[in-house]
């Protein structure tokens, strides 16, 4: 099971599902959240009929809203709350005012749903068998396309369509940025090869949803020439960042040139493909913009005495396919390490990776299986420095 | 004499709000003269004694739990709710909870920091007059008690929501409900 809106880390996660008869509805998970009280979010009720969502949603907001902390900002969450109460006890609480609130005059009507529903209608495919021929033969003469479309292209329910996600982690740019003049190519793109649709990612790229197979070959040397094929989406390049102390005042450090010092130790796309599926966050400050913590391998900026330091953690998961639909927490390896050792750590952590993995392991499931223990070592030396904070000068032994 | 929005007026009004210090033992609060509003933990301690004299009202903090007031609600001429801080949104969800669970039907007051934008929202959860934050212009307060027309979401003042109020536009449609 994939969740690609990471409900596992929002204060109120809405998962849509079917109960065994078909019927549909919601799994309501409660309390999840980055920041600097990372809490993966719990299930309080596996099935809730559609109908009730908004009744639903407004007890659990009335629990929150009486019995949740005014005395600290930080505190002031649905995640702290359900942590104190625990999840059984603020369900309980929550039922209890549902019991009232149900089928009230706030639960939704089937003429409601119809008429929402009918503002999301399918554009006018028109299925182009003849298509996926020339897309097969495009593949087999030409190996960059073929490798371009084997990460950026995703499987479209109608037959001779493609997602196409475009990447905005070429090296050298900030994570997810696109100038005016790409964005306008990309409009161009969406009117031309699709229906007038472009989506954000919150990995930070842009998805053209509808692309004609026929027109894949004509759209990858395009995106090519403005700089938004770069192969390498889900991949250990395709690194989420906040804008970090280049330009946030929050920020304790900054987050582009650490991206940037790991895409160009990995500029080899054989390696990078070799390693696989694994997702690389970072944040300049605990906010966690970057969503460091749900990382397969996450990076904070943070400050001791007026230098940028990083603390690295694994194991974390956004609930996507890469971490088969896991959500977790990734957790710190050990002390902070000095920008400039940042590649080095990050190759040391895939070299572990590579030497331990097994077949069809991603970097994740490895740190699944094995723990952080062979990581932390491989990365401090053995043994494992057991300072908890590092004095000046104490880096990367890699 | 304090003025005070009420029934959509700003009216003259005379209720004092009781805020004894809390090392006052609850026995030994001294209530003044005239028409009084009490915290509900001296209302719950000295209820016989506070109803015979009339005139009392009580007030409800966010932490407050209203269960406890219910069987009195009918005889109370005035509840009020406090806002310590603007941003405290407690004091909604129990007035909500006043009128639509415990069926209180008299007039239910917010007090405290009470600023003329909240007066919108804190109509809708119920409370039908607003102790105006004095250094506010209650005038202005008072023509900012309706910005919008309609709403979309239910609530005590009306707890249909849009959708099952008016027919709504479809796809293609004008959308002029």
């Given at each position: 099971?994939?969740?690609?809106s990471?409900?596992?880390?929002?204060?109120?996660?809405l998962?849509?599902?079917?109960?065994?008869?078909?019927?549909?509805?919601l799994?309501?998970?409660?309390?999840?959240?980055m920041?600097r009280?990372?809490?993966?979010?719990?299930?309080?009720?596996?099935?809730?009929?559609?109908q009730?969502?908004?009744?639903y949603?407004?007890?659990?907001l009335?629990v929150?809203?009486?019995?949740g902390?005014?005395?600290?900002?930080?505190?002031?969450?649905?995640?702290i709350?359900?942590?104190a109460?625990?999840?059984?006890?603020?369900?309980?609480?929550?039922?209890?005012?549902?019991?009232l609130?149900?089928?009230?005059?706030?639960?939704?009507?089937e003429?409601?749903l119809?008429?929402?529903?009918?503002?999301?209608?399918?554009?006018?495919?028109?299925?182009r068998?003849?298509d996926?021929?020339?897309f097969e033969?495009r593949?087999?003469?030409s190996?960059?396309?073929?490798?371009?479309a084997?990460?950026?292209?995703?499987?479209?329910r109608?037959?001779?369509?493609?997602?196409?996600?475009?990447?905005?982690k070429?090296?050298?740019?900030?994570?997810?940025?696109?100038?005016?003049?790409?964005?306008?190519?990309?409009a161009?793109?969406?009117?031309?090869?699709?229906?007038?649709?472009?989506?954000v990612?919150?990995?930070?790229?842009?998805?053209?949803?509808?692309?004609?197979?026929?027109d894949l070959?004509?759209?990858?040397e395009?995106?090519?020439?403005?700089?938004?094929?770069?192969?390498?989406?889900g991949?250990?390049?395709d690194i989420?960042a906040?804008?970090g102390?280049?330009?946030?005042?929050?920020?304790?450090?900054?987050?582009?040139?650490?991206?940037e010092?790991?895409?160009?130790?990995?500029?080899?796309l054989?390696?990078?493909?070799?390693?696989?599926?694994?997702?690389?966050n970072?944040?300049?400050c605990?906010?966690?913009?970057?969503?460091?913590h749900?990382?397969?391998?996450g990076?904070?900026?943070v400050d001791?005495?007026?230098?940028e330091?990083?603390q690295?953690?694994?194991?974390?998961?956004?609930?996507?396919?890469?971490?088969?639909?896991?959500?977790a927490?990734g957790?710190?390896?050990g002390?902070?390490?000095?920008?400039?050792?940042?590649?080095d750590v990050?190759?040391r952590?895939?070299?572990?990776?590579l030497?331990?993995?097994?077949?069809?392991?991603?970097?994740v499931?490895?740190v699944?299986r094995?723990?952080i223990?062979?990581?932390?070592?491989?990365v401090?030396?053995?043994?494992?420095?057991?300072?908890?904070?590092?004095?000046?000068?104490?880096?990367?032994d890699? | 004499?304090?003025?005070?929005?009420?029934?959509?007026?700003?009216?003259?009004?005379d209720w004092?709000i009781?805020?004894?210090?809390?090392?006052t033992?609850?026995?030994?609060?001294?209530?003044?003269?005239?028409?009084?509003?009490?915290?509900l933990?001296?209302?719950?301690?000295?209820?016989a004694e506070?109803?015979?004299?009339?005139?009392?009202?009580?007030w409800?903090?966010g932490?407050?739990?209203?269960?406890?007031?219910?069987?009195?609600?009918?005889?109370?001429?005035?509840?009020?709710?406090d806002f310590?801080?603007?941003?405290?949104?407690?004091?909604?969800?129990?007035?909500?909870?006043?009128?639509?669970?415990?069926?209180?039907?008299?007039?239910?007051?917010?007090?405290?920091?009470?600023l003329?934008?909240?007066?919108?929202?804190?109509?809708?959860?119920?409370?039908?007059?607003?102790a105006?934050?004095?250094?506010k212009d209650i005038?202005?307060?008072?023509?900012?008690?309706q910005?919008?027309?309609?709403?979309?979401?239910?609530?005590?003042d009306?707890?249909?929501?849009a959708?099952?109020r008016?027919?709504?536009?479809?796809?293609?449609?004008?959308d002029?409900n």
């Open positions: 099971m994939e969740d690609r990471a409900t596992a880390f929002h204060d109120i996660g998962y849509l599902c079917r109960a065994p008869d078909g019927e549909l509805g799994r309501v998970l409660v309390g999840g959240g920041g009280t990372p809490i993966v979010g719990t299930v309080i009720r596996e099935f809730l009929p559609w009730h969502m908004m009744t949603v407004e007890c659990i009335r929150y809203n009486r019995y902390r005014r005395d600290n900002i930080y505190k002031a969450r649905i995640k709350l359900v942590k109460l625990g999840a059984e006890e603020f369900a309980r609480q929550v039922e209890e005012e549902w019991a609130a149900k089928d009230g005059p706030g639960t939704l009507t003429e409601e119809k008429r929402v529903s009918a503002y999301f209608t399918a554009p006018d495919y028109e299925p068998p003849a996926e021929g020339e033969r593949i087999a003469e190996r960059g396309f073929a490798r371009w084997g990460r950026a292209m995703r499987p479209h109608v037959p001779g369509y493609r997602a196409v996600v475009l990447s905005l070429k090296t050298g740019v900030a994570p997810g940025d696109a100038t005016a003049e790409q964005m306008e190519q990309v161009d793109w969406s009117e031309r090869y699709g229906f007038g649709e472009i989506r990612s919150h990995e930070q790229n842009l998805i053209l949803p509808d692309v004609r197979a026929g070959f004509t759209l990858w395009q995106a090519r020439k403005a700089g938004l094929a770069t192969p390498n989406l991949l250990l390049t989420i906040c804008p102390g280049d330009f946030c005042s929050l920020a304790n450090a900054k987050s582009i040139p650490i991206a010092a790991i895409q160009r130790r990995f500029d080899d054989d390696y990078l493909h070799d390693i696989g599926e694994l997702n690389l970072i944040s300049g605990m906010n966690s913009c970057g969503h460091h749900a990382g397969h391998i990076i904070l900026g001791k005495d007026g230098e330091w990083y690295v953690s694994i194991g974390g998961a956004d609930g996507s396919a890469a971490g088969h639909g896991r959500s927490i957790r710190v390896i002390p902070s390490f000095k920008a400039e050792d940042m590649a990050v190759s952590l895939v070299e572990i990776y030497e331990n993995r097994e077949t069809g392991e991603h970097f499931d490895t699944e094995l723990g223990a062979p990581f932390k070592a491989g401090y030396g053995t043994p494992v420095r057991t300072k908890k904070e590092p004095s000046e000068g104490v880096v990367a890699a | 004499m304090p003025e005070i929005i009420r029934a959509s007026a700003v009216v003259a009004d004092q009781l805020r004894p210090a809390a090392e033992p609850l026995a030994e609060v001294e209530i003044p003269v005239g028409r009084v509003v009490v915290p933990a001296l209302w719950l301690e000295r209820s506070l109803l015979s004299r009339g005139d009392t009202g009580v409800l903090s932490t407050d739990d209203p269960a406890p007031l219910v069987r009195w609600l009918p005889q109370l001429p005035l509840v009020a709710v310590p801080k603007f941003t405290d949104g407690r004091g909604y969800s129990v007035a909500y909870l006043l009128r639509s669970r415990f069926g209180y039907r008299g007039e239910l007051r917010a007090i405290g920091d009470v003329p934008d909240q007066l919108f929202f804190m109509r809708r959860v119920g409370f039908d007059s607003f105006v934050r004095s250094d005038q202005q307060a008072l023509r900012s008690l910005p919008f027309s309609d709403v979309y979401q239910g609530s005590w009306n707890p249909v929501p959708f099952r008016h027919p709504r536009a479809w796809p293609g449609q004008h002029g």
